[in-house]
């Protein structure tokens, strides 16, 4: 059964809007998630890394006040896409680190568009 | 700093015949590598990975992986196409464990029939 949950699925919203994006870890807690982006037909850029009760860590180029992360429990983060406009339409994925078995878990992303 | 190189956008294999993505890494310091399928719309799914020991990684789904370090190369196969092994293919590395993984650009599986 799937590891990682994302809500919703797809979502399409008015430019201007602000829409939240949900990561559930099921079956383990998770101290470190992580949120990609990918744009149609290419590949998974990092944007940032979510820790548990701490500030998010973003990548070089990646707007921290435009994309809200909270990671407020060990098993959801949250990244919201604030005043989205159609350039921030694209798949956002987001995964879970497990350490003990060094491997990330993979949510199913979840569509965006924006109008 | 980590990177990965994949040759090829876009491989055609027909059905039952051998399929061969290549990735070629750069890591400063022992790297783990992965191999990812996506399907349309979909989140990914690991195929295989490499971390330590073996340098013949086996997988799901009849793909294999070869660590060369020499190389610098993790090449995934499968001996015999699927056409259920139509999917984008992505190489990923980290480094030393480290949970932040750098992916390869890529590459599409088209099976012919």
């Known amino acids: 059964g799937a590891v990682v949950s994302q809500h919703p699925s797809r979502v399409i919203c008015k430019s201007g809007t602000s829409v939240k994006i949900e990561c559930r870890s099921l079956d383990f807690q998770a101290t470190t998630m992580f949120w990609y982006r990918q744009f149609p037909k290419q590949s998974l850029m990092l944007m940032a890394t979510s820790n548990e009760g701490s500030k998010a860590t973003y990548e070089q180029g990646v707007e921290k006040d435009k994309f809200l992360i909270n990671h407020a429990s060990l098993t959801l983060s949250t990244l919201t896409v604030t005043s989205a406009h159609p350039e921030d339409s694209s798949f956002y994925i987001c995964?879970?680190?497990?350490?003990?078995?060094?491997?990330?878990?993979f949510g199913p992303g979840t569509r965006l568009t924006v109008l | 700093a980590q990177s990965v190189t994949q040759l090829g956008s876009h491989v055609s294999v027909s059905e039952g015949a051998l399929v061969l993505l290549r990735c070629n890494y750069s890591s400063s310091v022992p790297p783990y590598l992965f191999w990812y399928v996506q399907y349309p719309n979909q989140g990914l799914q690991l195929l295989l990975k490499y971390t330590t020991g073996a340098t013949l990684v086996k997988g799901i789904n009849g793909f294999e992986a070869e660590f060369k370090k020499s190389e610098t190369s993790f090449h995934l196969t499968k001996p015999s196409a699927h056409m259920s092994d139509a999917a984008e293919y992505f190489c990923a590395v980290s480094e030393n464990g480290n949970e932040k993984l750098t992916f390869g650009t890529g590459t599409r599986l088209t099976i012919i029939p």
């Open positions: 995964s879970v680190w497990f350490s003990i078995v060094n491997e990330q878990f």
